[in-house]
């Protein structure tokens, strides 16, 4: 395991290591030694819930959808498309908050100082960084 951590740390250090076959290997050598087997879920649930299982690891959800997107990780496909820089996103809501940026919107704003924010956890992170809280 040490040899791995070794190569991984590697990888990280020499960016022409990164594309290598050796690299790679490390890098699945780690997450697979981190993987449950593949009949051990993740979540025990009530009995007569239908559950639908990955294939290749041990995820298992409730929701059909879920496990659409959850293969998308193994498949690597991203299928929605920003038509302005062609940057690709594996869920769509993720590619509507990114086209805030060439919209260049910020919908959230602190109610005390009026600053903008394209992310309302930006904005949440701001308010308790401030203590900016509206006065009632």
Do not use: W
Not at 28 to 35: D, G
Not at 37 to 66: A, E, H, I, M, R
Not at 79 to 85: A, E, Q, T
Not at 112 to 134: E, G, I, T, W
């Amino acid at each position: 395991m040490d040899e791995t951590r070794a190569a991984l740390a590697d990888g990280f250090k020499d960016n022409s290591l990164t594309n290598s076959k050796q690299y790679n290997e490390a890098v699945m050598a780690n997450q697979t030694s981190k993987l449950r087997p593949v009949n051990t879920p993740y979540k025990q649930y009530p009995p007569g819930v239908k559950v639908f299982n990955c294939s290749l690891c041990p995820y298992t959800t409730v929701y059909k959808s879920d496990l659409k997107r959850h293969n998308l990780q193994h498949t690597g496909e991203r299928p929605y498309k920003c038509y302005v820089c062609n940057k690709d996103f594996t869920q769509n809501h993720v590619l509507k908050t990114h086209m805030l940026i060439h919209l260049r919107q910020k919908p959230f704003q602190c109610e005390v100082c009026q600053q903008s924010f394209r992310h309302a956890k930006s904005l949440n992170d701001h308010k308790h960084k401030l203590m900016h809280y509206p006065s009632e």
